[in-house]
């Protein structure tokens, strides 16, 4: 254990979920090139990778409650150093699938979200047991006649999804390089990306002398301080109950000109500074919410909150705190966890009205958006650090009975510029399709991904909705006005 290094998480760490925030990236394969020597590749470039990168090899681990500072639910990451000449990773696994399924059909498909359910390996459709030494980083490289379906991705406690796909850029790089025989090294990220003392020294030197505002509990999606965990349950927060019955995932597509116009119809006199992302916000939260209330008003047997008259809609949406911090706080490349929620809340009533306009809604997305800049998200990190308890902060999935969808915008992913390497890869090393496995979400959370921006300005967007609930969304011509069914 002499060789061992720890790294304890940052406080804002202990608030994301706990499963891996990995995605999906479909590879053609170029003619000739063989499952085998294409992992070659993709295993020495990881091997690489981990190499700068050592804490990605390591795993999370409750913390000893003898080490200095310790506080329950503290959790750590453990790692040795990792040399170039030692043996490549375990972390990624090679599966060639029997199947008649061929990379050309998916790509006709649409490349559904979860295509292969028979390829999933468990790590993914069961959050690990983060405080038992679990992997930081897995991935698994599933090959098809004519491609290969790249799953990959930390911890979600780790990285969030800028940081995740940061890595896996770093990853590419060096399988470009590997099938270059350049000379050139692919250079190290800097010391300060792994850095998770960052945020801490920086709300110590930067950060209000007053005490933290307790507003800003709502960059972690909550409305207040979390409750104290009962010394009866061990600790842990009981976990999200999983559906028998899974939703369905289905991607949609928006072309550039519609999104154009959804834009134009978010915007009205009384509009300032709402965002491409607010109007597509505002589409999802009112489209999904109307769908799932009428779905339930049919049901006389459907007693849940969506029902009631006064109840109150929530919207959880993601977003990217990096951008908040001035760079001499927080370096862009930071690649730890800086994501934080803009809650958004509204009358139920009137978010699934006919007579609300797109306008309205996205007003009350941007307003809460307003209310995110480098002070709130110091008292928010300052508030996390206060408790006496890490187990509190731990992430809770929205009720699949209750009125609130979670939106996680991923325009802004550094996800445009990855390249694999043409040598091996097709279409120049680039991915055609980038997706993020949905079965864990199918079982156990209503959320909603917006996925990179395409490279002719459309968008793609993930939503799950239980049969009825997505059948009712298909036929509501003000939803279809913009989008497009793509695939299942």
Excluded at 158 to 176: F, K, M, P, Q, Y
Excluded at 415 to 424: C, K, M, V
Aim: proline letters at 9%; a negative charge.
């Amino acid at each position: 254990m002499d060789d061992m290094i720890e790294i304890p998480l940052s406080p804002i760490d202990h608030a994301a979920p706990r499963h891996y925030c990995a995605f999906r990236f479909y590879l053609p394969l170029k003619p000739g090139v063989t499952p085998e020597s294409a992992f070659k590749v993709l295993h020495e470039g990881l091997h690489r990778t981990f190499a700068q990168l050592p804490w990605l090899s390591g795993q999370t681990w409750d913390q000893d409650p003898n080490a200095k500072d310790y506080r329950p639910g503290q959790l750590v990451i453990r790692h040795r150093d990792v040399n170039l000449d030692g043996p490549w990773p375990s972390q990624l696994d090679f599966h060639q699938l029997d199947s008649d399924v061929t990379f050309d059909e998916l790509r006709d498909e649409g490349f559904p979200t979860d295509a292969l359910p028979e390829s999933q390996p468990e790590w993914i459709s069961f959050p690990p047991d983060v405080g038992k030494g679990p992997d930081v980083f897995k991935a698994q490289a599933c090959f098809i006649p004519g491609g290969c379906i790249l799953l990959a991705g930390p911890q979600h406690l780790i990285c969030d999804g800028t940081a995740a796909i940061s890595i896996v850029n770093l990853w590419a790089e060096h399988c470009r390089a590997l099938q270059l025989q350049s000379d050139v090294s692919v250079l190290a990220p800097l010391p300060a990306s792994s850095d998770r003392s960052l945020l801490a020294d920086a709300c110590k030197t930067y950060g209000s002398k007053d005490s933290p505002d307790s507003a800003a509990w709502r960059l972690f999606g909550r409305s207040g301080p979390p409750p104290p965990v009962s010394e009866t349950d061990d600790n842990h927060a009981p976990p999200a109950p999983l559906t028998e019955v899974p939703m369905r995932s289905v991607i949609f597509y928006i072309p550039a000109d519609r999104l154009t116009l959804l834009y134009q119809n978010s915007i009205d006199a009384g509009s300032s500074g709402v965002s491409t992302i607010d109007a597509l916000s505002a589409l999802i939260w009112t489209s999904a919410l109307k769908a799932r209330r009428n779905v339930a008003l049919q049901d006389p047997h459907n007693k849940s909150e969506i029902q009631n008259e006064g109840a109150w809609a929530a919207v959880a949406i993601m977003f990217d705190g990096r951008g908040q911090l001035d760079s001499d706080l927080l370096l862009s490349g930071y690649l730890g966890n800086m994501t934080c929620v803009n809650l958004g809340i509204m009358p139920l009533a009137e978010l699934t009205s006919h007579e609300t306009s797109l306008a309205s809604i996205a007003r009350v997305i941007r307003e809460g958006a307003a209310g995110v800049n480098p002070k709130s998200l110091m008292d928010a990190y300052a508030l996390a650090d206060t408790l006496p308890d890490f187990n509190r902060l731990k992430y809770a999935d929205m009720p699949l009975d209750g009125t609130a969808l979670q939106i996680s915008p991923l325009l802004s992913l550094p996800a445009s510029g990855l390249d694999f390497g043409g040598q091996l890869f097709g279409n120049g090393g680039c991915p055609e399709a980038l997706r993020p496995p949905m079965d864990w979400f199918n079982r156990s959370s209503r959320t909603c991904f917006i996925l990179p921006k395409l490279s002719g300005g459309g968008v793609e967007m993930v939503l799950n909705l239980f049969d009825q609930e997505m059948d009712m969304l298909l036929q509501d011509p003000k939803f279809l006005k913009y989008a497009v069914y793509l695939a299942d």
